[in-house]
């Protein structure tokens, strides 16, 4: 999947949720008033663009905290993951296998959850 698109209701949101169980999920937090969030958002395009052939085997979505605050407030309830914006969760099988905030929202940190999670789900060491 090229880029990251942006989730704009809870009927969408709880699809992405549910193909979870096929195809793991990056969900990204974002805020458009929060200079962290528009560094954290850099890093996320960087990792697609940089690592295109990891980045695709994971769904992307963004929400964007102040434009829809009823599903972020959603994801924090469902996930039982307290809120931060910049905030990134790896959701797979419908159940949060990673998260980070701000500076922790980088492209080497982010392509070395996706690989660890790809050999885990593959079952091998290899690098896909």
């Not at 940089?50 to 407030?73: C, M, W």
């Not at 307290?82 to 905030?101: E, M």
């Not at 929202?105 to 050999?119: K, P």
Request: hydrophobic letters at 40%; proline letters at 4%.
């Amino acid at each position: 999947m090229a880029g990251i698109m942006i989730v704009q209701s809870k009927e969408h949101l709880e699809q992405i949720i549910a193909q979870t169980d096929i195809t793991p999920l990056f969900l990204y937090k974002h805020s458009s008033q929060c200079g962290s969030s528009r560094v954290a958002h850099a890093s996320l395009n960087q990792f697609i663009n940089k690592y295109g052939n990891i980045a695709a085997q994971f769904q992307l979505y963004v929400i964007r905290v102040i434009e829809e605050k009823p599903l972020s407030d959603y994801v924090t309830a469902t996930f039982n993951v307290p809120h931060f914006s910049p905030q990134i969760l790896l959701i797979a099988n419908r159940s949060v296998r990673w998260k980070a905030t701000h500076q922790q929202i980088n492209v080497a940190n982010l392509r070395n959850v996706a690989l660890h999670h790809l050999q885990s789900v593959n079952g091998t060491g290899d690098t896909p």
